[in-house]
């Protein structure tokens, strides 16, 4: 069954179940929905964007972490209409990547409320004013009405070639891409996290990630939907500010499962005081997962370690594998075994840590990028996946697509997903080493970023953890190293010459490198996506001439 199907059967079954609750600032309850009522907004949600917009129209959705962003999504749907999920941000820079998305997948409408679009328009800059002038219809969600008569369902779901969705990539290109999401990649996706995790129509999961990417849009709002669950919200901002909260709703509503990237969890111990953490009942989190890039293991031993006296038990970490072009996972650590490490010899020898076997009905072979010969165990290349939940392709942009989604090794075995990223399998289970765009190649030999980023962090106290930027630039000389960091608000008046020196110390131990310029940056300044990667080629466009 299809999202909307699962909907569909869950209001039948569980009628006076809460769909979703959206915490507020002081852990109440802002907004929440049964599922009979998310049913019945949902058809009254697709039937009025039916009557707006004709089949197939893109229709971006500009909306906070509010219930009216999941009813406007499925409505969208509902009505056969192409949804786009799309981050609000109201600096230059952002509305620029807005207009770009709507460019680029030619949006009839944006989907909205009323307080979003003043704030949008409030800085007038040269995207402000591109935007306000763009021709272009705006839906806003204050004129929902609930007894509209429904939509009538498209016949989405037998149609491999139709994308229900576009998920833009949040990298650091200038062009972004639209991932085309079928309702069929969405469904084998979310049947293969949750057959793995185990959830159930009994469990109910928090999230606080961003709901227009890709983990916190399947995962975290999807998939209690279609397991018939209860899902939680904390909005990001909210979890930033107050990370306390998210532990409290977890202990409140005894959640099973949560997740996001490995900063998350570094800004719960760092931001949450030792003695708060008494106060809360962790022993229910069944899955904590933890993904985007590679998961540091420093990370997970603190934050299993720090959380004992709440009753969390590490065995509920995830590390997990995946990319928007796959709809979401790709491996998932076996929740309740114990993590896998593994010592690899590189450049920097380190442990990495295993991301699990592939999820169900998944192929994923090592390939030599350049050969595209597939590798035997243990040795590192290109990661390719196949299996259903891969992603149609980039919205009309064929090259791209032909050269990421339809790739054959050498052996003529394919179709495959070329992700970008470097890893190795071992006895089953995948291990991620780096990206293959993201190598520093000096003298000949490669260099992952983030082994560098992660010496940099503990170099010096001064540094903000998880806030550094490593890539190389072209001198006289060759390739050379760059570093960006991010400087913690209190350390503001350090001798910034003693914490550069301290960094170069520590690079240079580590690896025998010379760093060709280290930028020290305040709080904030450093470019991350949506879900809190490192822009590096953003960085590098951004400080490389500084």
């Keep these: 069954m299809d999202i909307l199907e699962k909907l569909t059967s869950n209001a039948a079954l569980y009628p006076e179940k809460s769909a979703f609750r959206y915490i507020g600032k002081e852990g109440d309850i802002t907004e929440q929905c049964t599922y009979a009522q998310l049913f019945q907004e949902v058809r009254a949600a697709g039937g009025q964007l ?14 906070p972490a509010e219930a009216a962003f999941i009813r406007f999504f499925l409505g969208a749907l509902q009505a056969g209409i192409i949804a786009v999920p799309c981050p609000i941000s109201f600096s230059e820079p952002g509305i620029n990547r807005i207009l770009k998305i709507i460019q680029n997948c030619g949006a009839a409408g944006i989907i909205t409320n009323r307080k979003t679009y003043k704030m949008l328009f409030q800085r007038q800059n040269e995207a402000s004013l591109a935007l306000q002038h763009l021709e272009i219809d705006w839906f806003f969600t204050e004129g929902f009405d609930p007894k509209t008569p429904p939509a009538q369902l498209q016949s989405t779901f037998t149609d491999q070639n139709k994308p229900a969705y576009l998920q833009y990539t949040s990298g650091s ?26 959830r159930t129509a009994a469990d109910t999961s928090v999230t606080w990630l961003p709901h227009y990417h890709d983990m916190g849009l399947v995962d975290g709002l999807l998939s209690p939907i279609f397991t018939g669950g209860t899902g939680i919200v904390i909005s990001p901002l909210l979890f930033i500010t107050k990370p306390f909260l998210l532990l409290q709703t977890i202990s409140r509503y005894q ?16 931001r949450i005081a030792p003695e708060l953490l008494e106060t809360v009942d962790l022993s229910t989190l069944r899955v904590l997962y933890v993904g985007a890039e590679p998961v540091r293991i420093s990370t997970l031993e603190k934050f299993a370690e720090t959380m004992r006296v709440t009753g969390f038990r590490k065995e509920s970490l995830v590390a997990a594998y995946g990319l928007a072009e796959a709809t979401l996972a790709v491996s998932l650590h076996l929740h309740g075994t114990p993590l896998t490490y593994k010592k690899i010899a590189e450049t920097n020898p380190k442990e990495v840590v295993a991301c699990g076997p592939p999820v169900e009905f998944t192929e994923v072979q090592i390939v030599d990028p350049q050969q595209k010969t597939t590798l035997q165990e243990g040795q590192t290349g290109e990661i390719w996946v196949k299996n259903a939940g891969v992603a149609l392709g980039y919205w009309q942009n064929e090259e791209a697509t032909n050269a990421t989604f339809r790739a054959f090794s050498s052996a003529g075995e394919g179709p495959f997903l070329r992700t970008g990223d470097l890893g190795f399998m071992d006895a089953g289970k995948l291990f991620i080493t780096g990206r293959t765009k993201e190598l520093i190649i000096i003298r000949g030999v490669n260099y992952y970023p983030h082994d560098i980023e992660e010496v940099v962090g503990d170099a010096h106290e001064a540094i903000q953890p998880n806030a550094t930027a490593a890539f190389s630039v072209e001198t006289e000389e060759g390739e050379a190293l760059m570093l960006v960091s991010e400087l913690k608000r209190v350390a503001q008046e350090e001798n910034l010459d003693a914490v550069k020196t301290k960094v170069a110390h520590s690079i240079g131990l580590a690896f025998g490198l010379v760093a060709h310029q280290i930028v020290l940056i305040p709080p904030g300044k450093l470019p991350k996506t949506s879900s809190g990667k490192i822009q590096r080629l953003k960085a590098k466009e951004m400080f490389a001439g500084n």
């Design 50 to 63: 039916q009557k707006q917009y004709p089949p197939d129209s893109r229709i971006v959705i500009l909306l």
């Design 255 to 270: 959640a099973g499962f949560c997740g996001g990237p490995g900063f998350g969890l570094d800004h719960c111990l760092a």
């Design 173 to 198: 290109t200038s062009h972004p891409k639209g991932v085309m999401i079928s309702h069929a990649n969405l469904a084998a996706n979310l049947n293969a996290i949750n057959n793995c995790f185990g």
